[in-house]
């Protein structure tokens, strides 16, 4: 019974709340440890009460899982019950009244101008995979995109003489502008590169590995931790370090927040706005290292 209700409830997600991937997968995750939790209650899924879905959470907590991930099980669990209300096979939502103590949000790391520049210039040779990766690097900082929507872009989705990128996801897409740098090896890439990887003609993807299939998140991220060791950055370099990089920058160089929120894709500009407080904290730092009396 309880997989038919989970089965149902990633369709509500999929064609009704129309969440991205990662939100689907960690929500189909979380409730499916709540079934498995309950079961050992001897209480179906769809019988929970409330002190049971915080002992879940207590439990969560008593592992050492982070407060961000209890926070996500939390709404994983709200979510799941409210549709369950909505679907008319519950009065109404044991999980309403969960709470969980706010984490205090860290700053993300960024990197430097000068370290973007460093790790942008690694893959420096004329052979395919380094002509493949500049034009990957280039594209993630210069459109602040998700290593998801990196991956998962179709040739179409670049219009080089607009000097755009097309990314969608969860219903919606946006079009991010692309400086010069970015699409010229993008160009060299789709013109040297990709004809020359290319297996099924039928293959939509832009980004190809040396098996001319699409590129994984997982190979993206060995390709990077490479060139992160080449350029000598002792931060530990994510995709995502890209991505903030490319909002904090933007900030420092005058852009508004309403115009990165959009480039980003935030639904709300209260998740854009830790960049601000970042570049804050960096004009603080900057002034007590500068300042002669600071």
């Known amino acids: 019974m309880s997989e038919d209700f989970i089965g149902r409830f990633e369709d509500y997600l ?8 990662n939100t689907l997968l960690s929500y189909l995750r979380d409730v499916r440890q709540l079934a498995a939790f309950l079961e050992g209650e001897g209480t179906e899924l769809a019988c929970a009460a409330a002190e049971q879905l915080a002992a879940f959470l207590k439990k969560l907590k008593s592992q050492g899982r982070s407060a961000g991930t209890q926070a996500r099980a ?20 044991p999980a309403q009244g969960l709470t969980v103590a706010r984490q205090k949000r ?24 380094s002509l493949r990766d500049k ?12 290593v998801t929507e990196l991956v998962g872009m179709n040739v179409e989705d670049v ?3 607009a000097g755009l990128a097309l990314f969608r996801g969860g219903g919606k897409e946006r079009a991010v502008p692309v400086y010069d740098a970015a699409l010229r090896a993008v160009e060299t890439y789709l013109e040297k590169v990709r ?25 993206f991220w060995k390709l990077l931790k490479t060139y992160q060791q080449k350029a000598g950055i002792k931060k530990d370099v994510t995709p995502h370090t890209l991505r903030h990089s490319f909002a904090a920058h933007l900030l420092s160089g005058g852009a ?27 004009l603080k730092d900057v002034y007590k290292k500068a300042h002669p009396r600071a």
């Open 106 to 129: 860290k700053l993300p790391e960024i990197l430097t101008s000068r370290e973007v520049e460093l790790l942008l210039e690694q893959p420096d040779g004329g052979d395919m995979k």
């Open 159 to 161: 219009n080089l003489p």
């Open 135 to 146: 034009a990957m690097l280039e594209l993630l900082y210069a459109t602040g995109c998700r």
């Open 195 to 219: 004809p020359a990887m290319l297996v099924d003609e039928d293959e939509e993807a832009l980004f190809l590995n040396m098996n001319g299939e699409r590129m994984t998140r997982q190979g």
């Open 256 to 282: 508004d927040l309403r115009s990165i929120q959009e480039m980003l894709g935030h639904a709300d500009v209260s998740s854009t706005q830790i960049y601000a407080r970042l570049v804050k904290k960096q």
């Open 14 to 21: 999929k064609t009704e709340k129309k969440v991205s991937e």
């Open 74 to 93: 939390a709404a994983s669990c709200k979510c799941f019950y409210d549709f369950l209300v909505r679907a008319g096979e519950l009065p109404e939502n």
